[in-house]
């Protein structure tokens, strides 16, 4: 069972706003670790989407941004599109795991 | 360009071994760490062990003393030594490129495609 709480599924029309939430703790996310997220598009692997809480890697459209307060982090997607259909996870580290936690996932649906 | 080829995954009964190597190009593979990172079917993501450029190395609970880590740098290739399988170690086995400081400030920048390990009887 995660450590790392996301709702299990969110849905917008194109051209909308979507927010995925990620709820932790003062072991992981409050200690404070970082937050970082990936997108899985089915069938594929997961692919690096936001590190460091707030830092785009190169090629990713800046419709995504994240934010992180306390024990929880956010990943906001702005002008939905098709293409954004998939599954989204955070990340964190756990110092009472001793180890590298993923939030429980996000199927993110495009109406 | 970063690539990860993952090999060594099959059909193995419980109790049994399997060895899973990951040949990496495309960067400076002896000053990166590397990992393995699990997906069961249908499940979510689950990191299973780390090996740092300086030699650390980490597991997760739930295959610590049954799985080890390990990296051959002249070789640019990653392994993972599975023992004493169980059902539920069941899943694609991704090997992934991370960057940052290991514990708090570290991310998997770079996925393999997987490759898929079925316990089974």
């Known amino acids: 069972q995660s450590v790392l709480a996301q709702p299990p599924s969110v849905s917008g029309a194109p051209g909308q706003r979507v927010t995925i939430s990620c709820t932790g703790s003062?072991?992981?996310?409050?200690?404070?670790?970082?937050v970082h997220w990936y997108q899985q598009v089915p069938g594929s692997a997961p692919k690096l989407l936001m590190f460091?809480?707030?830092n785009r890697p190169s090629g990713v459209p800046d419709r995504f941004s994240g934010s992180k307060s306390g024990t929880s982090a956010s990943l906001a997607i702005t002008g939905l599109q098709a293409e954004d259909e998939a599954d989204y996870y955070c990340?964190?580290?756990?110092?009472?795991?001793?180890?590298?936690?993923f939030g429980t996932g996000t199927k993110v649906t495009v109406l | 360009e970063v690539q990860l080829l993952e090999s060594g995954g099959g059909l193995v009964q419980p109790g049994g071994s399997l060895r899973l190597s990951c040949a990496a190009s495309?960067?400076?593979?002896?000053?990166?760490?590397m990992n393995w990172v699990r997906q069961a079917p249908g499940k979510g993501l689950e990191w299973v062990s780390a090996?740092?450029?300086?030699?650390?190395?980490f597991y997760a609970d739930s295959v610590k003393g049954r799985f080890t880590i390990s990296r051959d740098n002249s070789k640019n290739t990653l392994y993972l030594q599975m023992d004493s399988l169980r059902v539920d170690d069941t899943a694609v086995y991704y090997c992934?490129?991370?960057?940052?400081?290991?514990?708090?400030?570290?991310?998997?920048?770079?996925w393999g495609q997987g490759t898929l390990v079925t316990v089974s009887s």
């Open positions: 495309g960067f400076t593979f002896s000053s990166y760490a």
């Open positions: 003062s072991s992981n996310i409050g200690a404070p670790s970082d």
């Open positions: 990340q964190s580290y756990d110092s009472s795991l001793s180890g590298f936690v």
């Open positions: 992934v490129k991370s960057r940052g400081q290991l514990r708090n400030n570290y991310w998997f920048d770079c």
């Open positions: 460091a809480n707030t």
């Open positions: 090996s740092g450029s300086g030699g650390s190395i």
